[in-house]
């Protein structure tokens, strides 16, 4: 029997090390659903393993933003549902290679296992801003 609970700090350090690429705490068998279930290469929208993820989303998408400092997210509301779901609204601020600001809202619903690892995100976003930021930003 699993002794993980699921609380609001748990997921702020998942946060935390998703950003700065530790995926210790991601299952290997992820499924990461952006938007839709249908890919789409310009508005990063589909369904995506951590790997596909990392080199189909997050790649393509750090590329065309300034870097910064302490990358993330800022979360403004977490919603700790029974023992092994987490919603999420969260808050990325950032400036386009472009210059022009990346400034996005997104909801994550995340879904753990009983040890502790998230197997399934579920995240929609401004797919136009998305949109923007790749066809602006080569």
């Known amino acids: 029997m699993s002794t ?9 350090d998942w946060l935390k090390k998703l950003y ?11 499924q990461w659903t952006i938007g839709s279930e249908k890919k789409d290469p310009v508005r990063l929208t589909g369904v995506y393993t951590l790997n596909s993820w990392f080199e189909e989303v997050l790649k393509p998408m750090l590329s065309r933003l300034q870097p910064v400092e302490n990358p993330g997210v800022d979360p403004k509301c977490i919603d700790i549902i029974g023992n092994n779901k987490a919603i999420l609204e969260v808050e990325s601020q950032a400036t386009q290679r472009n210059g ?3 400034n996005n809202r997104y ?8 040890e ?4 399934k995100i579920r995240e929609y ?3 136009a801003l998305v949109q923007e930021v790749m066809q602006t930003n080569p």
């Not at 993980?4 to 702020?12: A, G, I, M, P, Q």
Request: glycine share 2%; aromatic share 16%.
């Open 125 to 127: 976003l401004d797919t």
């Open 4 to 12: 993980f609970t699921l609380t609001e700090d748990y997921v702020k």
């Open 20 to 30: 700065t690429q530790d995926f210790s705490l991601i299952d290997p068998k992820l």
């Open 107 to 114: 909801v994550w619903i995340l879904v753990f296992t009983d």
């Open 116 to 119: 502790g690892k998230v197997v």
């Open 100 to 102: 022009n600001p990346y």
